[in-house]
């Protein structure tokens, strides 16, 4: 009698009085936004809620919405960049740990959510697990890699010279033998550049939580061996990188490349013959950084690793000394294909300035050596800016260097100590600045200028200066617990509570994204991407740049789209994975000491 069950439904709630949204909205509403995962049970806790919200209360109920456990105010309303108005729901008094959702009840619910300690383990673990998933030249195993298992892709052990690398000793056309390290982000190609800045990123997270990371396992082909997990990781790509430097003169080729990018197919369908082109100062000197800081770290690890940590210290000392005889070779990548065959056109990290690098270098390679000719050879402190680290501006890793070593290092160093915290203190206070009046209330977005390409990373990197700054203060100052809310507020800004509604790291949350810019998560036929993946993000410009169909925003902090297409909004790369990596764990590590929860991991 009736053409669907909806309209049979229809009209019963028609004789009951009920109008039918009140029954069939049985989603969750896009306009609560919040940390899709969680939060601690001592810690801040916020939702924004897009809208009017005239009503100005909201409740915290269990995920039937069933019993109402907490009643709060919204905040004012306030404005985000696209003009749309946002009020505040704080619930930070709301201690009790358990499975929640948040009624605003003219918006409607939230997605559930956790209250709990270590809420952020399982995040910290994906995120890191999907290095694994990166890994070049080997087959990913049903063991470790479970659904998301593959084939081994690129062995790349007959890697030729591109003529624009070649020398003396290895002439164009020469096959040298490159293997491992990871895949840089939604490509198959490996940069030099890119894994200096996500290896230096990850060997400081063990730098300055070693002992959290003794315990944390991920369930990869080495888990069993005598070294943490997150440093057999690194060291996977850290042994292709030390194959990259050419031994004769200790210069380092700026990547290992396909002459251009690979159709949408998995890694071991893409066979194309792969290079290694010229050397170049900025992935010499970030090579130097990483190999010094590397010995530092694998020192530790001499009866497991044999002989690696002076390697590393050797292959850092030759690419400080290739940098000063060739402090003007940048990487250009037009200028290169107009004078050698074939062109190449895969992502080319071209950066013109190596100051910073110059800096991150010498910081490293004294904090490793105490050698003081290394402080000096360079102005440390040129000038007073503080820039946010990202591939092209790796400053303030040598900053953070200093600043965690400090009392190992000799006097030069230490003299200049106070006034580094002045800086890494005043920076997180400019950071901070503004922060709780913003339409989402988290440090990330401040400024329109926070939605670049990779805007995520730029969220993760701002969270790390942040507890860097927590580090350096009196842990019981009101400052030190403003730093670590404002941390967790971009790391809540990642799982959700942003003006997308989307969670940006692959598998967590509610509504993560499900159609990054990665290759084999649209080649393998899974539903699932790869999980622990970190999308780069809202980018103003994405629409100009890659041309994906289907951009609908008027203002950056929306410009995004969930498409695979959508590479300068919603690709992965190493990079943006490893300040969440650092951001999440080092929170995690943090959370019983910043009275987060009493629980203990
Ligand atoms: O992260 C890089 C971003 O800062 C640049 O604006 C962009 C365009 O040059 O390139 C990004 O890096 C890409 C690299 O060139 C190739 N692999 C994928 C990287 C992430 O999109």
């Known amino acids: 009698m009736f053409a669907t069950r909806k309209a049979f439904l229809a009209v019963i709630l028609l004789v009951l009085g009920l109008k039918t949204n009140q029954v069939f909205s049985q989603q969750a509403s896009e306009a609560i936004r919040l940390n899709q995962v969680g939060f601690y049970p001592k810690g801040p806790k916020m939702a924004v809620v897009l809208g009017d919200a005239s009503g100005g209360s909201f409740q915290l109920t269990t995920p039937d919405r069933k019993k109402v456990l907490f009643t709060g105010k919204l905040s004012e309303t306030r404005l985000a960049l696209s003009g749309k108005k946002t009020r505040i729901a704080d619930f930070s008094t709301f201690q009790t740990p358990g499975t929640y959702v948040l009624v605003v009840p003219e918006t409607g619910y939230s997605y559930p959510f956790f209250v709990k300690a270590n809420v952020h383990r399982p995040l910290a673990i994906g995120a890191i697990k999907s290095y694994y998933y990166q890994r070049v030249s080997t087959d990913l195993t049903p063991e470790f890699a479970g659904q998301w298992s593959r084939p081994a892709g690129h062995p790349d052990t007959r890697i030729l010279i591109h003529p624009s690398a070649a020398s003396a000793n290895r002439p164009a056309g020469t096959v040298i033998s490159a ?135 050797t292959a850092a000392v030759k690419a400080w000394e290739w940098s000063k005889k060739n402090p003007a ?134 969270g790390i200066a942040l507890i860097q700054a927590y580090r350096l203060v009196d842990r019981r100052t009101p400052n030190a617990q403003k730093y670590l809310q404002s941390a967790l507020s971009n790391l809540d800004y990642l799982l959700g509570r942003n003006a997308t509604g989307y969670s940006f790291v692959t598998g967590f949350g509610s509504k993560p994204i499900m159609n990054p810019h990665h290759r084999p998560s649209v080649a393998d036929g899974i539903t699932a991407p790869v999980p622990g993946l970190l999308s780069g993000g809202p980018n103003g410009n994405a629409p100009r740049q890659d041309k994906c169909a289907g951009y609908t925003a008027t203002s950056a902090d929306e410009m995004f789209i969930d498409a695979a297409c959508s590479y300068a909004s919603n690709e992965i790369a190493i990079n943006w994975n490893a300040p969440l990596v650092y951001l999440a764990a080092a929170l995690e590590a943090i959370q019983t000491e910043a009275g987060y929860t009493s629980e203990k991991k």
């Open 179 to 313: 293997p491992r390290g990871w895949y840089d982000a939604g490509d198959y190609n490996k940069y030099i550049v890119n894994s200096g800045i996500t290896v230096g990123t990850l060997l400081s997270l063990y730098e300055d939580f070693p002992t959290y990371f003794q315990s944390f396992t991920t369930n990869i082909p080495e888990s069993s061996n005598q070294v943490p997990d997150l440093l057999d990781e690194v060291l996977w790509n850290l042994r292709w990188m030390l194959a990259m430097q050419d031994p004769t003169d200790g210069g380092v080729y700026h990547k290992l490349t396909n002459p251009s990018f690979d159709g949408m197919i998995m890694p071991d369908k893409a066979t194309k013959d792969r290079y290694v082109v010229q050397k170049s100062i900025t992935a010499t000197l970030d090579f130097a950084a990483v190999m010094a800081q590397a010995s530092r770290v694998f020192g530790s690890y001499k009866q497991a690793l044999p002989g690696l940590a002076d390697s590393c210290l």
């Open 329 to 462: 070779l940048f990487y250009r990548q037009n200028e290169m294909n107009q004078q050698f065959d074939p062109d190449v056109v895969t992502g080319s990290y071209e950066d013109r300035d190596a100051s910073d690098e110059w800096i991150w270098a010498a910081a490293e390679l004294y904090a490793t050596t105490k050698n003081e000719a290394y402080y000096t050879a360079v102005n440390l402190f040129p000038d007073t800016q503080m820039p946010l680290p990202s591939w092209p501006q790796v400053r303030l890793l040598g900053y953070y260097t200093l600043a965690r070593l400090t009392t190992t290092l000799t006097p030069l160093a230490q003299k200049d100590f106070p006034d580094l915290k002045k800086r890494l203190v005043g920076f997180a206070d400019n950071l901070i600045q503004g922060a709780d009046r913003q339409a989402y209330q988290t440090v990330m977005g401040k400024s329109a200028s926070d939605y670049i390409w990779g805007s995520s990373s730029v969220a993760a990197n701002q």
